[in-house]
């Protein structure tokens, strides 16, 4: 499956971003698909991810300010960001997997990756 990011811009604290991941090659509703994020210096870290039957998963950093969603008839998937944070600047990735659902935070565990986004808040 092909991937594709998008989304990602110029934000002031407190600001909203929408992001879209978008699927060619296959269907997400057979897959795990993740975002992680990127930050200049710092790991790739697990932000948040949609099973192909529903679930959701967050990091605790962004609980109660993101939402992860699918839309199956557009094979996409949105990751609505509210009351971003400077600490939130990154790039963002979306990826896939069909890996156990315990291991869905571990980015070596998905194998299609889309190209990344770049989010920035700031003032």
């Known amino acids: 499956v092909q991937l594709q990011a998008s989304g990602g811009g110029l934000v002031q604290p407190g600001g909203s971003l929408t992001l879209s991941c978008a699927a060619s090659?296959?269907?997400?509703?057979?897959?795990?698909v993740g975002w992680f994020r990127q930050a200049p210096g710092n790991e790739r870290e697990f932000v948040a991810c949609?099973?192909?039957?529903?679930?959701?998963k967050y990091t605790e950093s962004v609980k109660g300010r993101f939402t992860i969603s699918r839309d199956a008839a557009k094979n996409t998937v949105f990751l609505q960001m509210n009351s971003l944070k400077p600490e939130d600047t990154a790039v963002y990735y979306c990826?896939?997997?069909?890996?156990?659902?315990?291991?869905?935070?571990?980015?070596?565990?998905?194998?299609?990756w889309g190209q990344g986004t770049q989010v920035t808040v700031s003032s």
């Open positions: 949609f099973s192909w039957d529903g679930k959701t």
């Open positions: 090659g296959g269907l997400f509703r057979s897959y795990t």
């Open positions: 990826a896939t997997t069909r890996v156990v659902w315990g291991r869905v935070t571990e980015d070596n565990q998905y194998a299609s």
